[in-house]
């Protein structure tokens, strides 16, 4: 009896080895998550500085250097987008005004593929869904087979295909609305853009890309800086409602600092 | 602090989590016009992109004047360890910060201090940097 034991054992064992070389990579989890230090309670002292590194947090050159640092970062990224030659000065224009022109900036998604990342994947057969935690968004990505849909509206997220390529998962996103920016500095596109991302599993590990092609606006593809994320194994970093996004800033601009 | 630091500036690096886009505050706040204000917490908003509190001020012949203060995004201040229960809802506070430069009841809050002493400061910089 022992001994039918272990070979069932060993057969169940054999068995399930089999179904997850044979299935699609599992994606299922929460990705990239913050490890959060525990909530401070109420009555105790805290103080926490944004971290600007080589601003005095006493001088006065706080709010300027978050801009400078913010910018300078973005300045010395190896890849950025390139545009055709005739729309450089208007990209330029829209980075001069971003302060006020950035369309993230009034709540609204920053769509794909400046949100990034998903911060959780759910897998079920025929359909992957993509949560973001940080702004309540999703997206219902079908992997059956089926062909983009016809009848939606441009959307800030698109309209997602998927389908499996080994240990990935390949993402295909057309039918984008105008207003989205690739990235702060002014980077426009058209409702032409289209985006395919790559979700690929090694270990605990989450590799993503994205690349945009945009035939109206870019001279080439251009290829976001890839991102790594690790599995989560902590209950606490479930993910929670985000608070909403509440424009009030907006009527207090008063220079164009670009941040 | 500065392992510290460190450690959170890693942390986003690998984070997925997207940050929503903000304001500049230099657009919006004079680092030149330091201010200081107390009165009543008459509302705490834990709303993205940034924390608002808001504070009745009474001035020597009772009248009230309320003001709003903005202080970073409610995912800063959680990863500080600050939630919305460190904000003092109803209590009587001094608040530190800077004047908007719209000269409105507005400014960006940098410290909350409560009538016990203890405080809660979120604030920017690198303290390894100060002159």
Same mark, same amino acid.
């Given at each position: 009896?022992?001994?039918?034991?272990?070979?069932?054992?060993? !057969?169940?064992?054999?068995?399930?080895?089999?179904?997850?070389?044979? /299935?699609?990579?599992?994606?299922? %989890?929460?990705?990239?998550?913050?490890?959060?230090?525990?909530?401070?309670?109420?009555?105790?002292?805290?103080?926490?500085?944004?971290?600007?590194?080589?601003?005095?947090?006493?001088?006065?050159? *706080?709010?300027?250097? &978050?801009?400078?640092?913010?910018?300078?970062?973005?300045?010395? !990224?190896?890849?950025?987008?390139?545009?055709?030659?005739?729309?450089?000065?208007?990209?330029?224009?829209?980075?001069?005004?971003?302060?006020?022109?950035?369309?993230?900036?009034?709540?609204?998604?920053?769509? *794909?593929?400046?949100? /990034?990342?998903?911060?959780?994947?759910?897998?079920?057969? /025929?359909?992957?869904?993509?949560?973001?935690?940080?702004?309540?968004?999703?997206?219902?990505?079908?992997?059956?087979?089926?062909?983009?849909?016809?009848?939606?509206?441009?959307?800030?997220?698109?309209?997602?295909?998927?389908?499996?390529?080994?240990?990935?998962?390949? *993402?295909?996103?057309?039918?984008?609305?105008?207003? #989205?920016?690739? /990235?702060?500095?002014?980077?426009? =596109?058209?409702?032409?853009?289209?985006?395919?991302?790559? &979700?690929?599993?090694? %270990?605990?590990?989450? #590799?993503?890309?994205? #690349?945009?092609?945009?035939?109206?606006? &870019?001279?080439?593809?251009? #290829?976001?800086?890839?991102?790594?994320?690790?599995?989560?194994?902590?209950? !606490?970093?479930?993910?929670?409602? !985000?608070?909403?996004?509440?424009? =009030?800033?907006?009527?207090?601009?008063?220079?164009?600092? =670009?941040? | 602090?500065?392992?510290?630091?460190?450690?959170?500036?890693?942390?986003?690096?690998?984070?997925?989590?997207?940050?929503?886009?903000?304001?500049?505050?230099?657009?919006?706040?004079?680092?030149?016009?330091?201010?200081?204000?107390?009165?009543?917490?008459?509302?705490?908003?834990?709303?993205?992109?940034?924390?608002?509190?808001?504070?009745?001020?009474?001035?020597?012949?009772?009248?009230?004047?309320?003001?709003?203060?903005?202080?970073?995004?409610?995912?800063?201040?959680?990863?500080?360890?600050? $939630?919305?229960?460190?904000?003092?809802?109803?209590? $009587?506070?001094?608040?530190?910060?800077?004047?908007?430069?719209?000269?409105?009841?507005?400014?960006?809050?940098?410290?909350?201090?409560?009538?016990?002493?203890?405080?809660?400061?979120?604030?920017?910089?690198?303290?390894?940097?100060?002159?």
């Amino acid at each position: 009896m022992p001994r039918f034991l272990f070979l069932v054992a060993c !057969a169940s064992i054999v068995a399930s080895t089999m179904v997850v070389a044979q /299935g699609p990579v599992d994606l299922n %989890g929460v990705w990239g998550a913050a490890a959060l230090p525990p909530a401070v309670e109420p009555g105790k002292s805290v103080r926490w500085l944004l971290p600007l590194k080589g601003v005095d947090p006493e001088g006065t050159d *706080v709010f300027k250097g &978050l801009d400078r640092i913010q910018v300078n970062n973005r300045a010395a !990224a190896p890849n950025k987008p390139a545009y055709k030659p005739e729309l450089v000065a208007k990209v330029k224009e829209l980075s001069d005004k971003q302060g006020v022109l950035d369309p993230a900036f009034y709540c609204k998604p920053q769509g *794909v593929p400046r949100m /990034g990342p998903p911060s959780q994947i759910v897998q079920t057969p /025929g359909q992957v869904v993509f949560l973001y935690g940080a702004s309540n968004l999703f997206r219902i990505i079908p992997t059956d087979g089926r062909p983009h849909r016809a009848d939606a509206d441009p959307s800030y997220m698109g309209d997602s295909i998927g389908r499996f390529e080994g240990d990935t998962l390949v *993402v295909d996103v057309t039918n984008f609305n105008d207003d #989205t920016w690739l /990235g702060s500095d002014g980077y426009f =596109h058209s409702e032409k853009m289209h985006v395919v991302e790559r &979700l690929t599993r090694k %270990g605990d590990v989450l #590799t993503y890309t994205a #690349t945009v092609e945009d035939p109206l606006v &870019l001279a080439t593809p251009w #290829t976001l800086p890839v991102r790594q994320l690790k599995l989560s194994k902590s209950a !606490a970093d479930a993910l929670l409602e !985000a608070p909403p996004c509440v424009e =009030h800033d907006a009527p207090h601009i008063v220079t164009l600092d =670009h941040h | 602090m500065k392992r510290f630091a460190v450690a959170l500036a890693i942390a986003g690096v690998v984070s997925g989590s997207s940050v929503l886009a903000h304001h500049s505050f230099a657009a919006e706040f004079d680092i030149n016009k330091p201010i200081t204000l107390q009165g009543t917490v008459t509302k705490v908003e834990w709303v993205n992109p940034h924390v608002y509190v808001y504070l009745d001020v009474k001035d020597a012949s009772g009248k009230v004047t309320s003001w709003a203060l903005s202080s970073l995004s409610p995912g800063a201040a959680r990863r500080a360890g600050v $939630t919305r229960a460190n904000f003092g809802q109803g209590q $009587t506070v001094t608040i530190s910060g800077y004047h908007a430069k719209d000269a409105s009841n507005f400014a960006f809050m940098r410290k909350m201090t409560f009538a016990d002493g203890h405080s809660v400061e979120l604030w920017l910089g690198d303290d390894e940097a100060k002159k």
